[in-house]
T-cell receptor, first 114, second 114 residues
Framework: GGIITQTPKFLIGQEGQKLTLKCQQN?????MYWYRQDSGKGLRLIYY???????QKGDLSEGYDASREKKSSFSLTVTSAQKNEMAVFLC?????????????FGEGSRLIVV | GDSVTQTEGQVALSEEDFLTIHCNYS??????LFWYVQYPGEGPQLLFR?????EKGSSRGFEATYDKGTTSFHLRKASVQESDSAVYYC?????????????FGKGAKLTVSP
């Protein structure tokens, strides 16, 4: 088995600040994802990466940057934190298959903007 | 684009009640359909998936049948337990799967009372 580790679990920052969330996986999976979770809105894809140094924009990429410098890690940066961005950010990874991807998720990082 | 619609945001039941959570999708071809479950304080985890018309997925007493005619994948359980209290997400991925992304519904929060 493997695990997805997200750090920090809680990230507190000020409005306008650049804030970074980190994610590590030891599944040796090719693809990694960042989703934003808001109550009543489900999970919305911010960025994903199908291999090291690859980045693909999701539906919610504006205001965020991502980086995949190693196969095992994927970071997400909020470029200018806003109070309406307080949410839980979920990192996930998957191994490719033609029958559809099964995603393995971390426990989430909660962003708090003061 | 591909999308998933879950109509129930909150579901409140008593133990041993029958559960139905509705999921309808919009996609071309034969997407793979998933149900994920998220327990408090954890990331979502795969409950089961289905890839073909009339295929039934099942796990832990939950089941859903892929119905291309009605574009549905409704989640059912005959007798819920308090431990089933969680958020349930329906999701789909496109036909090829490789390098693709999952589109999630808004989630249904199930609360089961003893």
């Amino acid at each position: 088995g493997g695990i997805i580790t997200q750090t920090p679990k809680f990230l507190i920052g000020q409005e306008g600040q650049k804030l970074t969330l980190k994610c590590q996986q030891n599944f040796n999976h090719d693809t990694m994802y960042w989703y934003r979770q808001d109550s009543g809105k489900g999970l919305r894809l911010i960025y994903y990466s199908i291999t090291e140094n690859d980045l693909q924009k999701g539906d919610l990429s504006e205001g965020y940057d991502a980086s995949r410098e190693k196969k095992s890690s994927f970071s997400l940066t909020v470029t200018s934190a806003q109070k309406n961005e307080m949410a839980v950010f979920l990192c996930a990874s998957s191994i490719e298959s033609f029958s559809g991807n099964t995603l393995y998720f971390g426990e989430g990082s909660r962003l708090i903007v003061v | 684009g591909d999308s998933v619609t879950q109509t129930e945001g909150q579901v409140a039941l008593s133990e041993e009640d029958f559960l139905t959570i509705h999921c309808n999708y919009s996609a071309s071809g034969y997407p793979t359909l998933f149900w994920y479950v998220q327990y408090p304080g954890e990331g979502p985890q795969l409950l089961f998936r289905a890839s073909r018309d009339k295929e039934k997925g099942s796990s832990r007493g939950f089941e859903a049948t892929y119905d291309k005619g009605t574009t549905s994948f409704h989640l059912r359980k005959a007798s819920v337990q308090e431990s089933d209290s969680a958020v349930y997400y329906c999701a789909l991925s496109d036909q090829q799967g490789t390098g693709s992304k999952l589109s999630f519904g808004k989630g249904a929060k199930l609360t089961v009372s003893p």
